[in-house]
């Protein structure tokens, strides 16, 4: 973990080059795996979650890549909804450090270059029937853009990461549609007008068949995490979705729609596999709940788009007496919008910073949530400031902790520690 971890000195690197000498060095893994590929700006992992909980209820043996973790590594890569072992993690890193440098491959490479041809080679060895792989930032250029997929997703566009994917809607649209492959199919569930004629115009080029949430996949919600959906050939009513959140219906019906497009590549999937699978899926850190009373929600919301989502859950479906939030953004982030969104609805916010060079200061989010008029606090440790609130809130209280996958993360291996015992005075 050491030797991958300090991949990370270099960095984000766009560019394909150096994953795919890798590859070759391991016979191109990538070309013997069939692959759901799956980008976007928001709701990737969900979506992706979806989809592998339906394939594996059906009883096909399926690989899901997604980033980033929350507590451990092994969390990127699974089987069958299980994690990749430590073990098989030290046995695959030798193995390609072995191909690294028999072909004198010059360590340039990145930690997601090598992680993701871990992936490749894990699932071909594993002999997986589909390898479900989140693209990583943007798609174009990414690391998991060497496949030729059996379909492709956009879950939905927006502004995000502009330091690396340009500072309009048009210029991240063409990034994030860089993983339209020709003559692949497309699902999408993006929606500016805008955003969808770049598509449009993209897959006529590649001559890639473009589907659409809200023409050729629709829902209509008939209750709190119920819906009824209507595809190309699939009508099921009253379906139950284990996830929280109107957004995550979205997410379901672009799963469902990836669902229609891999039967119609000559997969059998029953109906009864899609009812059992969206009832049963589980997502960490997107709307979970980790205690009762209080109630203390995580949620990975690290962008405007996902902050309204977060918000809306929380208005529609907990009741509360008071919110009490704790907040660490990446410094990349568009944090001003992200505080604007969610801090109105706290009674208390705590500002904190997660063990990431990227992370925002607690000083700069103190001094815009101080600007809109609300209480903040600055604790600057995740865990302390979790166990602050702890300590405060009554047991109709909900906290919130949010803002980074990578404070919900520290939150998360906080919470999950031994509780210390009090020592027993009779001894």
């Excluded at 992680?115 to 071909?124: D, N, P, Q, R, S």
């Excluded at 930032?137 to 956009?154: H, K, Y």
């Excluded at 600055?378 to 865990?383: F, P, Q, R, S």
């Excluded at 906290?399 to 919900?408: E, L, P, R």
């Amino acid at each position: 973990m050491d030797y991958l971890f300090g991949l990370e000195r270099h960095g984000i690197v766009f560019g394909l080059a150096n994953i795919l000498k890798i590859l070759k060095s391991l016979g191109n893994p990538h070309e013997k795996v069939k692959v759901i590929h799956v980008g976007g700006t928001n709701g990737k992992g969900s979506t992706a979650a979806m989809i592998q909980s339906i394939l594996c209820r059906y009883g096909y043996r399926i690989g899901l890549y997604t980033s980033p973790h929350l507590i451990s590594f092994t969390e990127r890569l699974r089987i069958d909804g299980r994690e990749i072992t430590e073990e098989e993690v030290v046995r695959l890193t030798h193995r390609i450090r072995g191909g690294v440098r028999e072909n004198r491959i010059p360590e340039t490479f990145t930690f997601f270059d090598f992680t993701t041809a871990m992936a490749m080679l894990y699932f071909v060895e594993a002999g997986v029937d589909l390898a479900i792989v989140e693209v990583g930032l943007g798609g174009r250029l990414d690391s998991t853009n060497v496949v030729d997929p059996l379909l492709a997703i956009i879950t939905n566009i927006s502004m995000d990461h502009r330091d690396y994917l340009g500072g309009t809607l048009e210029e991240v649209a063409r990034e994030k549609a860089g993983i339209i492959k020709e003559g692949r199919a497309v699902v999408t569930a993006a929606s500016q007008p805008r955003v969808l004629d770049l598509l449009r115009r993209i897959s006529l080029e590649k001559k890639a068949p473009l589907f659409r949430v809200g023409r050729d996949f629709r829902a209509r919600r008939v209750g709190p995490r119920r819906f009824n959906y209507h595809g190309r050939k699939l009508d099921l009513p009253n379906l139950e979705l284990n996830l929280a959140g109107r957004h995550q219906i979205t997410n379901a019906i672009t799963a469902l729609g990836a669902i229609e497009m891999v039967r119609e590549n000559g997969y059998m999937i029953g109906e009864e596999a899609i009812y059992e699978g969206l009832r049963g899926v589980r997502w960490s850190g997107r709307l979970e709940v980790v205690m009762e009373s209080p109630m203390v929600l995580l949620d990975g919301a690290h962008n405007p788009g996902a902050a309204k989502s977060l918000k809306e859950a929380i208005v529609e479906e907990f009741v509360y007496e008071r919110l009490l939030l704790v907040l660490g953004i990446m410094n990349d982030k568009d944090y001003r919008r992200i505080i604007s969104i969610l801090v109105p609805l706290a009674d208390m916010t705590v500002l904190c910073r997660p063990r990431c060079e990227r992370a925002a200061l607690p000083q700069a989010l103190f001094n815009e949530v101080n600007r809109i008029e609300k209480k903040g606090k600055i604790i600057e440790d995740v865990g302390e400031a979790v166990q602050h609130l702890l300590s405060i809130a009554s047991e109709k209280d909900l906290i919130c902790i949010t803002g980074s996958f990578y404070t919900i993360g520290e939150a998360k291996a906080f919470l999950s520690r031994p509780k210390r015992q009090s020592p027993d005075v009779n001894n």
